[in-house]
Nanobody, 123 residues
Framework: QVQLVESGGGSVQSGGSLRLSCAASGDRYSRKSMGWFRQAPGKEREGVACIDSNGNTKYTDSVKGRFTISQDNAKNTMYLQMNSLKPEDTAMYYC?????????????????WGQGTQVTVSS
């Protein structure tokens, strides 16, 4: 089993920054790849960024150049640095883990999920 706990959400103005954290525990082999997803009211869950066991990363087009995913294996923590935030980034952000060595920005590929942390960007 894997447990994931997100933190770092909040309310910021457009152009501001936030850093989300995801503390992971449990079976290491079940969380070889990690990802961030978001879901706005009335919309489907969207893959934002993911990182695999080799440190390779993927981003959805709308956040490229603004968001950076990283992980600290010693702390079992994954991060999402979000810069130049826009109102359309407003959503609940979820941390997810998968047992695969490579990551894909599809929710169906991830087996474990955190409870989410709210990000609100005002114009």
């Amino acid at each position: 089993q894997v447990q994931l706990v997100e933190s770092g959400g909040g309310s910021v103005q457009s152009g501001g920054s936030l850093r989300l954290s995801c503390a992971a525990s449990g079976d290491r082999y079940s969380r070889k790849s990690m990802g961030w997803f978001r879901q706005a009211p009335g919309k489907e869950r969207e893959g934002v960024a993911c990182i695999d066991s080799n440190g390779n990363t993927k981003y959805t087009d709308s956040v490229k150049g603004r968001f950076t995913i990283s992980q600290d294996n010693a702390k079992n923590t994954m991060y999402l640095q979000m810069n130049s935030l826009k109102p359309e980034d407003t959503a609940m952000y979820y941390c997810a883990a998968a047992p695969w060595s490579f990551c894909f920005l599809r929710a169906g590929n991830f087996a474990y999920w955190g409870q989410g942390t709210q990000v609100t960007v005002s114009s």
